[in-house]
């Protein structure tokens, strides 16, 4: 019938597993373009993601829709106690994705940012909890599954007794930007990463759309 609407089929929404760690990953390296961690590869994504998923510091929520998943977001408790667990969980294996990589200047120069990421983040007494990484599958943007995922890690967060969250987004991101701010999230101020002028953002716990 002309007109008619096209059939959405049904998206679960559940944690994020190790086994999952692959999907996002491909999830990660065709949505978020032009960061430095998509620079390392697929192999190295998908082992962070895997570490992520272990550890006692950080979560992700995934959408599924038969069988397929279709989004993803992830949040680091703490994120200082998130590098350390994930590089006990899974170091070994993403230093062995890195093989030939390591001695790129650019590369030790990026892996020695992020790793004093944590540290530089504390002088602007910004929380330690923190909105990692978002992406949804092309076929499912702008239809609102961002948001779902957002709000869903937003509320395990309250259930974690977490009370402030951070994210940082390219200021240049207008459609980030745009999500963060209808999720309730406020610019705190600005940071420079890997060359990258990043707004920075906070929520307070008892205003996230829960």
Do not use: W
């Not at 192999?43 to 962070?48: G, S, Y």
């Not at 590369?107 to 504390?122: D, F, S, T």
């Not at 957002?150 to 395990?156: D, H, N």
């Amino acid at each position: 019938m002309s007109g008619a609407r096209p059939i959405v089929e049904p998206v679960a929404v559940r944690p994020l597993f190790k086994e999952d760690a692959a999907a996002v990953a491909q999830l990660h390296m065709s949505g978020i373009q032009g960061g430095f961690i998509t620079s390392l590869g697929d192999r190295f994504v998908t082992a962070l993601y895997a570490a992520i998923a272990r550890s006692p510091y950080g979560f992700g929520i995934v959408a599924e829709c038969q069988g397929t998943i279709i989004g993803f977001v992830t949040f680091a408790t703490d994120i200082k106690r998130l590098y350390r667990s994930v590089l006990a969980r899974g170091g070994l294996r993403m230093a062995g994705s890195l093989v030939g990589q390591v001695f790129h200047i650019s590369v030790i120069k990026g892996i020695l940012q992020n790793l004093l990421y944590p540290h530089r983040m504390r002088t602007y007494n910004l929380p330690d909890a923190e909105l990692l990484s978002v992406g949804v599958s092309i076929v499912r943007q702008r239809t609102g599954l961002a948001t779902q995922l957002v709000t869903e890690g937003l509320r395990e967060c309250v259930r974690r007794k977490v009370k402030r969250v951070k994210v940082l987004v390219a200021e240049t991101n207008a459609a980030a930007n745009r999500l963060y701010q209808k999720c309730g999230f406020a610019l705190t101020c600005k940071t420079t990463s890997h060359g990258i002028t990043s707004n920075v953002y906070v929520i307070e716990m008892p205003d996230a759309p829960c």
